[in-house]
């Protein structure tokens, strides 16, 4: 039985320029144009992020993303720049290990909103609700060799580069490297 857990906050941070929040499904067509104008960069590290991703996926994430939230699963954010209320990426604690209570965190970002430190600041946010409301003991940031972007966005962060994880990741069905981060409750105090 899948034990229901008490919901987590809507928005879990915000300044003058972005907002960290859940989203909902009318954020759909904004997630989508943000992927959609962003596919190359996002592409060349992410599998799912294919020429062939369309609007009814953007759906069919934030519907999951709601169900594995409301049993603990996974925890999705999204990014939201603050001038116009659109989708600029996302940000997400996913693959919970409750036995050893550690997780991945993941992010990206739309290619136009790059070097701005957005990344950073909506993965500090969602890290310590990790460990303040979740109880996790590690959060680690896997990132594929020669993502230079995630891998400075990590080390801003400051999580531990612990090293190379051999075979660590697999990108569209190929095995690949990669560097293995990590953060403990006391790198994001």
Request: hydrophobic share 40%; glycine share 8%.
């Amino acid at each position: 039985m899948i034990e229901m857990l008490e919901p987590p906050p809507d928005s879990l941070y915000r300044d003058d320029e972005l907002e960290v929040r859940m989203l909902v499904l009318s954020d759909a067509p904004s997630l989508f144009e943000a992927v959609r104008a962003s596919r190359t960069e996002i592409g060349e590290w992410e599998s799912w992020c294919t020429p062939e991703y369309r609007l009814e996926h953007s759906f069919t994430y934030l519907l999951t993303s709601a169900t594995n939230r409301r049993v603990g699963l996974d925890y999705d954010y999204g990014l939201i720049d603050r001038a116009n209320g659109k989708v600029i990426g996302c940000v997400a604690i996913n693959q919970i290990n409750r036995v050893h209570q550690f997780a991945n965190l993941g992010y990206w970002v739309h290619s136009d909103y790059t070097g701005r430190g957005l990344a950073g600041r909506a993965a500090w946010a969602l890290a310590r609700f990790g460990f303040a409301e979740l109880g996790l003991f590690r959060l680690e940031i896997v990132v594929e060799l020669g993502n230079s972007r995630s891998r400075r966005v990590a080390e801003k962060l400051g999580a531990k580069l612990e090293g190379v994880g051999r075979w660590r990741l697999n990108y569209r069905g190929e095995p690949c490297d990669a560097w293995l981060f990590s953060l403990l409750p006391g790198d994001v105090a």
